[in-house]
């Protein structure tokens, strides 16, 4: 039998619980930022994925073409959010 903490500590348990079972997708991730972040004053989520199929690369492939279509996809999310750009790095200052 588990006794789980009430108030914040319930919360940060359940957090924290999600978390683990999460950290193996980043969609999880992402979904368990999304609901928990508004709940903690000044905090802000940011999911910064590039999804592009430039980017389906295998983890070892270091290849110049599979770097050149990395770097092309990086570029153009940058170019397509940068309103999101910019709000993440007034956040920051």
Do not use: H
């Amino acid at each position: 039998m588990s006794v789980r903490r009430s108030g914040g500590w319930g919360l940060i348990d359940t957090f924290g619980d999600y978390m683990v079972e999460s950290a193996t997708t980043s969609d999880r991730a992402e979904e368990a930022l999304e609901i928990v972040a508004p709940l903690i004053s000044g905090s802000s989520f940011f999911r910064l994925q590039v999804v592009d199929p430039r980017c389906t690369v295998e983890i070892d492939d270091t290849s110049p073409e599979a770097f050149a279509g990395l770097c092309s996809a990086v570029e153009d999310k940058i170019v397509a959010d940068a309103a999101l750009f910019a709000e993440v790095k007034n956040i920051n200052l």
